[in-house]
C-alpha cells in the first residue's frame, strides 16, 4: 500500500474570473486563446513553462509543414499558422521551403516564443506562466474552477468554458472523463541545437553514428535537422527514448535524464572519430519532445482508414496533407504511408524499403480531414480539448499529431468554446456549422 499523507482543507485565493480558460500555452493553446478572445470572450492561458510555444520552442522542434494538398496545387491551412508564419517573415525568421513533403518553413523558434507573446497581449489574453495546473474544481458534471500552483501559491482560476490543451489530457484525465493510452507509444526525443555544424557533414554525422551507436549505448532511431533561419546554427533530432510514457511524472523525469545523455554520446562520438568536428552544445530543451501520451475518448474516434481516403466530414474543422509518420518502439526507424497509396520504411542508417498500402486509384485524394467531434469529449459539459490528446487511431494520429494540424484544432476549440459560452449550451450540443462559418470568417481554410 502506497504511505498517504492528508492535505488540511483551505481556501484559494481567485486569481481570475474569466469566460474561458485555455490549459496549456503551446501553438495549439495559443491560437485556441486568442481565437476566442477575439471573438470578445474573456480569456486566461495557463502555461507551466516560462514561455509559449510548446514543442516548437521548449522542445526546440523547429518545422511546420506544408499548407498546400500533396500536389501543391491548393491551399487548405491558413488561419493563425499562416498569420504567424508571415509575421515571423518579416523578422527573417523563417526559412520557407518550397514543395517539399519533409517542410514549409524553418522557424527560428526563440523569435517565435515573442510572437506569441505579442499575439495574445494584442488579444488581450490573461496569461499565467509558471503556473502548474494542480486539479479541477467540479459542480456536479461542470467544472467550476481550476488550482494551479505558482510562484504566489495555490490559485485558482474561474471560467465557464475551458479547452484541455495540455498535451497528456491532464484536465480531461483528473475530471474522470474516459481516457486511454495506447500501447506502445511513439517514443519521445531530445531535440539540440549545435553550432559548428559546417565542420561536419549531415551523411558523415549519421554514417559515424551508425557505426559508433551500440559502444555509446545509442539505440537505434530517426536522424533529421534543420538550420536555424539565419544562423550557422543546427537543430538536431535525433535521439529516441524508449518504452516511457511521458504522463507520468517519473517516467518523464528519467525521460529527460536519457535525453540529455543521448545528446552528449552523439556530441563525443562526433568529437572522437571525425577529424577536425568542432560542434559546440548551443541549446537543449527545456522539455523534451513527447509524440504521445494520454487521448481522450471523444464523440469520434479518427481511423486510419478515414484519414488515408481523404474522407470529407461534414463537421471538418481542420485540414492536413502530412503523410502518416508512425516512430517504432520494436524497431529503428520510422514507417511513412502516403495518401497516393505508396509507402517507405526508413531506418536509422539511411537504410529502408518502399512499397504500397494499397493498389492504385484513379484519383488519389490530397488531403485529408480532422472533425470537430474528435475534440469533444465524452461526457463533457464545458471541456473541448485541443491538441495531440485528440481521439484518433494509431495510424491517424500518425498524421494529425504535427503541428499545423493541431494548431487548427486550437483554433477551432477556441471558436467551439466561445459558442458554447455564448449559447449557454454544452460543448456536446455546439452547432459544428457555426463553429466552421466562424473559423471562415476568422481567416481559416474550410473545405
Not at 527560428?108 to 515573442?114: G, P, Q, V, Y
Request: negative net charge.
Amino acid at each position: 500500500m502506497t504511505d498517504m499523507i492528508r492535505e488540511p482543507q483551505r481556501s484559494v485565493p481567485v486569481a481570475a474570473d474569466v469566460d474561458i480558460c485555455v490549459l496549456g500555452g503551446s501553438c495549439t493553446g495559443v491560437f485556441a486563446a486568442v481565437r476566442a478572445a477575439r471573438l470578445g470572450a474573456k480569456v486566461a492561458l495557463v502555461e507551466a513553462q516560462g514561455r509559449l510555444g510548446g514543442v516548437a520552442t521548449n522542445g526546440l522542434v523547429s518545422i511546420w509543414h506544408s499548407l498546400y494538398d500533396t500536389v501543391y496545387e491548393r491551399r487548405i491551412i491558413a488561419g493563425l499558422t499562416l498569420e504567424t508564419a508571415e509575421r515571423l517573415k518579416k523578422r527573417g525568421a523563417v526559412d520557407e521551403v518550397d514543395r517539399n513533403p519533409h517542410a514549409a518553413f524553418a522557424l527560428n523558434t526563440e523569435e517565435l516564443s515573442i510572437e506569441l507573446d505579442e499575439l495574445l497581449a494584442e488579444a488581450g489574453v490573461r496569461v499565467f506562466l509558471h503556473a502548474w495546473f494542480a486539479a479541477p474544481v467540479m459542480e456536479g458534471d461542470r467544472v467550476a474552477a481550476i488550482c494551479v500552483e505558482d510562484k504566489t501559491g495555490r490559485r485558482a482560476i474561474r471560467a465557464k468554458q475551458f479547452i484541455d490543451a495540455t498535451g497528456d489530457g491532464d484536465l480531461c484525465h483528473r475530471m474522470g472523463l474516459e481516457t486511454y493510452t495506447r500501447e506502445p507509444l511513439q517514443p519521445p526525443t531530445t531535440c539540440a541545437r549545435l553550432g559548428g555544424w559546417t565542420t561536419v557533414k549531415d551523411r558523415e554525422f549519421k554514417r559515424v553514428l551508425g557505426e559508433h551507436r551500440d559502444e555509446y549505448d545509442l539505440p537505434r532511431g530517426f536522424i533529421w535537422g534543420r538550420d536555424v533561419p539565419g544562423s550557422d546554427v543546427h537543430m538536431i533530432a535525433g535521439t529516441r527514448i524508449k518504452h516511457t510514457d511521458c504522463s507520468d511524472a517519473d517516467a518523464l523525469t528519467a525521460a529527460e535524464i536519457e535525453g540529455r545523455r543521448q545528446v552528449r554520446a552523439m556530441m563525443d562520438i562526433m568529437h572522437a572519430h571525425i577529424p577536425g568536428a568542432r560542434l559546440v552544445l548551443q541549446a537543449l530543451p527545456s522539455w523534451i519532445g513527447i509524440r504521445e501520451t494520454r487521448h481522450v475518448k471523444c464523440l469520434h474516434q479518427l481511423t486510419g482508414e478515414e484519414l488515408l481516403y481523404g474522407e470529407r466530414f461534414p463537421d471538418a474543422i481542420a485540414n492536413g496533407s502530412y503523410r502518416v509518420d508512425v516512430h517504432h518502439q520494436d524497431r529503428p526507424g520510422i514507417t511513412l504511408k502516403y495518401l497516393d497509396g505508396t509507402m517507405h520504411y526508413s531506418g536509422y542508417d539511411g537504410d529502408g524499403e518502399s512499397g504500397r498500402w494499397r493498389p492504385e486509384m484513379e484519383d488519389d485524394p490530397t488531403f485529408y480531414q480532422i472533425p470537430f467531434r474528435s475534440l469533444v469529449p465524452k461526457g463533457s459539459t464545458n471541456v473541448l480539448l485541443a491538441g495531440r490528446m485528440l481521439d484518433a487511431d494509431e495510424e491517424a494520429f500518425g498524421a494529425a499529431r504535427v503541428m499545423v494540424n493541431l494548431n487548427q484544432t486550437g483554433e477551432a476549440a477556441g471558436v467551439g468554446a466561445y459558442l458554447a459560452l455564448a449559447r449557454e449550451t454544452s460543448v456536446s450540443e455546439i452547432d459544428a456549422t457555426e463553429v466552421r462559418r466562424l473559423l471562415a470568417d476568422g481567416g481559416a481554410i474550410i473545405v
